[in-house]
Nanobody
Framework: QVQLVESGGGLVQAGGSLRLSCAAS????????MAWYRQIPGKQRELVAS???????NYAGSVEGRFTISRDDAKNTVFLQMNSVKSEDTGVYYC???????????????WGQGTQVTVSS
């Protein structure tokens, strides 16, 4: 069993910064992809940013240059540094992880419970 614990969400003014964290714990042999998704009211859940086990990153065009994703493999933790936030960044942010339980390297997907980010203008 795996738990993803997210933290760092909250209320921030437009132009400000926020840092999200997501720590994975439990039966983990290796962690492949780590990512952040968000769901804005009335819209489908969308990928915000991802980072592979090799450190390759991918960003949605709407956040590129403003958000930075990083990971700490020793702690199985992924971060999202959000700078110059805009009102359209408001939504629920979900941590997403692809990992393996053992050396078979069969992969499994896990989602965090979500953390609310609200940007006030």
């Amino acid at each position: 069993q795996v738990q993803l614990v997210e933290s760092g969400g909250g209320l921030v003014q437009a132009g400000g910064s926020l840092r999200l964290s997501c720590a994975a714990s439990g039966t983990i042999f290796s962690v492949n992809l780590m990512a952040w998704y968000r769901q804005i009211p009335g819209k489908q859940r969308e990928l915000v940013a991802s980072v592979s086990s090799g450190g390759n990153t991918n960003y949605a065009g709407s956040v590129e240059g403003r958000f930075t994703i990083s990971r700490d493999d020793a702690k199985n933790t992924v971060f999202l540094q959000m700078n110059s936030v805009k009102s359209e960044d408001t939504g629920v942010y979900y941590c997403y992880v692809i990992l393996s339980y053992d050396k078979s390297l069969r992969t499994y997907q896990w989602w965090g419970q979500g953390t609310q980010v609200t940007v006030s203008s």
